[in-house]
């Protein structure tokens, strides 16, 4: 048996939103620590990654105007599970195989992702970790924020307005309803003509 070189953790005991599958992974894949890091940190802020536009300005917002160098920032990006969806009706095709790949392709992205982020956030001074999740995004962020017990997660807007959020759901909005922390929802400015 080959042991994975990141820690896994699949949680199937906790109980999931409608339509969500009840296994979770939950993949710790940065830690950067500062060489005068303190024995105790001040506050755990968690930050939502989703390599948006909107998410690396909440990354910068909440560097610039929130983080302090006793904090211990926590980068959370949520991949969707493989979608059979777009591959049809093909009857050809290997759909166990094809949702593998495309899985493995999610996670080396999020992955990928998640180093990236976490490196800058390090060069800028803050002690960062980084945990890729798969799943349902509202879930699993909901849950990984409770379970760090985060003082504050921040958030990027993607500024939908009353019908997107209605027909594609606002993770954001959904966050805010149901977390236990303070909540900061970042907005880009809007880019005048």
């Known amino acids: 048996m080959i042991k994975p070189k990141i ?12 339509g ?3 296994a979770s992974v939950h993949e710790d894949v940065a830690a ?5 890091s ?8 968690a930050i939502a990654v989703d390599g948006s536009a909107h998410s690396d300005f909440s990354i910068d917002w909440a560097a610039r105007n929130l983080l302090q160098p006793s904090d211990r920032v926590v980068l959370l990006n949520v991949r969707p599970f493989a979608d059979m969806s777009m591959f049809g009706g093909a009857p050809f095709l290997e759909y166990g195989q094809a949702a593998a790949d ?16 976490a ?14 999740l798969r799943g349902d995004a509202r879930e699993e962020l909901v849950f990984k924020v409770a379970e760090l017990a985060a003082d ?4 990027g807007s993607h500024g939908r307005g009353v019908f997107g959020r209605a027909m594609l759901g606002s993770v954001s909005d959904f966050v805010v309803h149901h977390v236990a922390c303070a909540v900061v929802v970042t907005r880009m400015p809007a880019v005048k003509a």
Not at 32 to 36: E, G, K, R, S
Not at 102 to 117: C, I, T
């Open 7 to 18: 820690p896994i953790h699949i949680d199937t005991t906790r109980p999931t939103l409608p």
């Open 20 to 22: 969500a599958s009840a």
């Open 32 to 36: 950067h620590a500062l060489a005068d």
């Open 38 to 45: 303190p024995a105790q940190h001040s506050r755990t802020v």
């Open 102 to 117: 495309q899985d493995a392709f999610f996670k080396a992205e999020s992955h990928k992702l998640l180093k990236q982020k």
């Open 119 to 132: 490196a800058d956030l390090h060069a800028r001074g803050f002690h960062v970790s980084a945990i890729a």
């Open 152 to 155: 504050v997660f921040v958030i």
